[in-house]
């Protein structure tokens, strides 16, 4: 049975088979359940401060502030880092950042700027921004000719530009 942190000063005993068919939670097999029932009962511990891992099936607890016992949590970690590597070596990305390595369109990027000093985003707000960056108002995702179309351009502010790039990155 996991046991929870040392320093929490608790020993875990798995109930007995009265405690279990006594037990207000119907024994559906939601050990979960069981088990913080089992917690609060026998020790009267503060039982929100026990969080068992998220992972389906898994009895250990979850790490402090976090929602996964330490493997769960690793592995959740190692299959973003995955996921990211993998959308960086997308033939998008590549034909993007060969794109943005272009030294035409570093010198085309400072003369819209020069041409469209001010963010248009904050503008729409009625709010005077100098701008950063040059956005591409349809992603181009690697395509040169939306990528080199002057009228799919627009003057952000950086952090007008952060809050597009999320928002197209977390809808694709
Ligand atoms: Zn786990
Ligand atoms: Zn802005």
Not at 74 to 83: I, P
Not at 102 to 111: G, L, Q, Y
Not at 125 to 141: F, M, R
Request: hydrophobic share 35%; glycine share 6%; aromatic share 8%.
């Amino acid at each position: 049975m996991a046991q929870p942190p040392e320093e929490w000063g608790l020993t875990l005993v798995r109930p007995t088979a009265y405690e279990y068919a006594s037990s207000t939670i119907a024994p559906t097999g939601n050990r979960r359940a069981l088990l913080r029932w089992y917690i609060q009962k026998r020790e009267g511990y503060p039982v929100a401060r026990l969080k068992i891992c998220a992972a389906s099936g898994c009895e250990e607890f979850a790490l402090p502030g976090q929602s996964h016992c330490e493997q769960h949590e690793a592995e959740r970690q190692n299959k973003l880092k995955v996921r990211r590597a993998k959308a960086q070596t997308s033939e998008a990305a590549i034909a993007a950042r060969v794109l943005y390595a272009d030294p035409r369109w570093k010198a085309a990027r400072i003369a819209y700027l020069r041409q469209h000093p001010l963010c248009v985003d904050c503008g729409e707000l009625g709010v005077i921004e100098p701008a950063t960056d040059v956005d591409h108002i349809i992603p181009h995702k690697g395509d040169r000719k939306l990528f080199w179309d002057r009228s799919n351009w627009q003057s952000l502010c950086h952090s007008c530009h952060s809050r597009k790039t999320a928002r197209e990155v977390f809808h694709g």
